[in-house]
């Protein structure tokens, strides 16, 4: 049964604490992608990679990190440089290397907040 | 620099009725488009989309029409049923990088 996993659903970060969180996809699918929404806004593209050991930045990467070592996963670190990481982050995957008429499959999201 | 519009924040219908929700674009580049919808703590799922070529697309209860000179793309669902309740999204892929844009979503509640 093919998809996305994200893990924690949950997670709580500290002041000045770097924070990461997993994304796994057995879809196969060349492109991955990491999302954040806000309340009341629609999703914002942190990073996008279309194949291994490649990624670009999005509209807000400032304060996050990516790698993409292996097709299946695509960990993004929310550093202590993001001023304000309190929201749901999603990470989402399609095949064909992100071409913009390929519907993204979404994982179930990752809620972080700041204790 | 929001390009793709959902002015809606929610829209409440009766179950058994026709549910639109709609969607304005800016860039007259855009040349496809998708429609998503979320459940809370979910992420999103495609519903429907349609192409820059085409004025209207089908799926079962979903109709999606775009009127390109207008800018304005509006999803129907006929007949509304209580599962139809969650937040729908429309999004058009960026012509630089392919990259979605995405509308601020629309919380769709059916009544019964």
């Known amino acids: 049964d093919g998809g996305i996993t994200q893990s924690p659903k949950y997670l709580f970060r500290k002041e000045g604490q770097n924070v990461t969180l997993s994304c796994e996809q057995n879809l196969n699918h060349d492109a991955m992608y990491w999302y954040r929404q806000d309340p009341g806004q629609g999703l914002r593209l942190i990073y996008y990679?279309?194949?291994?050991?490649?990624?670009q930045k999005g509209d807000i990467a400032e304060g996050y990190s990516v790698s993409r070592e292996k097709k299946e996963s695509f960990p993004l670190t929310v550093t202590s440089a993001q001023k304000n990481p309190t929201a749901f982050y999603l990470c989402?995957?399609?095949?064909?290397?992100?071409?913009?008429?390929?519907?993204?499959?979404f994982g179930d999201g990752t809620r972080l907040s700041i204790l | 620099d929001q390009q793709v519009k959902q002015n809606s924040p929610s829209l409440s219908v009766q179950e058994g009725r026709i549910s639109i929700l709609n969607c304005d674009y800016t860039?007259?580049?855009?040349?496809?488009f998708l429609w998503y919808k979320k459940y809370p703590a979910e992420g999103p799922t495609f519903l429907i989309s349609i192409s820059s070529i085409k004025d209207k697309n089908e799926d079962g209860r979903f109709t999606v029409f775009l009127n390109k000179s207008a800018k304005h793309l509006s999803l129907h669902i006929v007949p509304s049923q209580p599962g139809d309740s969650a937040v729908y999204f429309c999004?058009?892929?960026?012509?630089?990088?392919?990259?979605?844009?995405w509308g601020a979503g629309t919380k769709l509640i059916i009544k019964p």
């Open positions: 989402a995957s399609s095949p064909n290397r992100g071409q913009g008429n390929q519907p993204q499959h």
């Open positions: 860039n007259s580049m855009f040349d496809y």
């Open positions: 990679s279309q194949i291994v050991n490649d990624f």
């Open positions: 999004a058009a892929p960026r012509e630089s990088n392919y990259q979605l844009i």
